[in-house]
Structure formats: C-alpha cells, structure tokens
C-alpha cells in the first residue's frame, strides 16, 4: 500500500477535506498547497498524480497526532526519512489513543483476528528478538476498521467494541 493510497483513505475517513489536511501538515511545521493535496490524491493513472515520499507522509502523521492529542511539550518530533507499515501503524494508534484492546477490535472489524502477543510484536524495536514486520494486510485491514467505524458508525465488535471518537 503506497502512502498516496494510505493519505486518501485517511481524508476520507476522517472527512478531512483540503483545508484540514493544509491545517495538519501545519501543525507538524510544513506548508502545503491545495495543488500538492489534489496531485498526491489522485490515481496514479492520472498525468497530475505526484508520489506522496516517506518524508511527506511522516509529517502528515505527526501533525495528525498532534491535531488529535494536542501539542506536547519539548522538543518536536523528528520526522522519519523512511516509514515502515510498523511506524505509520504506531502513529495512528499514538494519534487515536488505542489502547492494545481496542487495536485488536478495530482489526477484527477490518477482518483481521490477531492475539495481544502479535499485536505487541508490531510496537517493539526492530532489533527486538520478537519484533514482527507490519504486513500491508494488517495494515489495510486496520484503516478499514477505523473507516468502519468513523465513516459508517459502526462499532468495532459485538459487544460495542471501542467508544472513542463518537
């Protein structure tokens, strides 16, 4: 999954429109124009379409978390050269306050059933002896929960799942 495909999933479940996206990207310190939006949006069978790089993308998802938790105090967040599927996943639930259960039922509700053991491996260091890479599955089937849940109301399993955000 390509951070283009990952951003237009984002807007649209968040019902970001241009002016929100411009208002994040500034949060984590970077101008954008409308025109760069529109281009990084589009498919990539479309002659506009521009590639929408790690560096990018990082500073959508720090400033993402900041216009969802506030600003923090200290020093800003150092924006990632190269993003990894485990990192974007990391910030989403850092951005959306998840805790390890209501991760697991927002996947369940993209269709992905995983243990608290899997999903702890997702958020160790790279060097960790049980660290496990983030497959793109996962990770689409966790944006679909949240668009699930955010888009259409419903909740991230049969016992009312998750409550945040509503």
Not at 107 to 114: F, R, V
């Amino acid at each position: 999954m390509t951070n283009n495909d990952m951003l237009r999933r984002l807007r649209y479940t968040f019902d970001l429109n241009d002016s929100a996206v411009i208002s994040i990207f500034r949060l984590a310190g970077k101008e954008v124009t409308r025109e760069e939006i529109s281009d990084w949006l589009k498919k990539p069978d479309d002659a506009a379409f521009k590639s929408c790089n790690d560096t990018v993308f990082a500073t959508f998802l720090n400033g993402f978390i900041v216009s969802q938790r506030g600003v923090k105090e200290g020093p800003a967040p150092t924006i990632e050269k190269h993003l990894t599927n485990n990192i974007i996943f990391r910030k989403l639930k850092i951005a959306l306050n998840l805790q390890a259960d209501e991760v697991l039922a927002v996947l369940a509700s993209g269709g992905s059933e995983i243990s608290k053991h899997e999903l702890s491996a997702f958020f160790r260091k790279t060097g960790h002896k049980h660290f496990r890479e983030c497959k793109d599955q996962i990770l689409r089937n966790f944006l679909h929960g949240l668009q699930l849940h955010f888009r259409e109301g419903k909740p991230a399993s049969e016992d009312g799942g998750f409550s945040w955000g509503e």
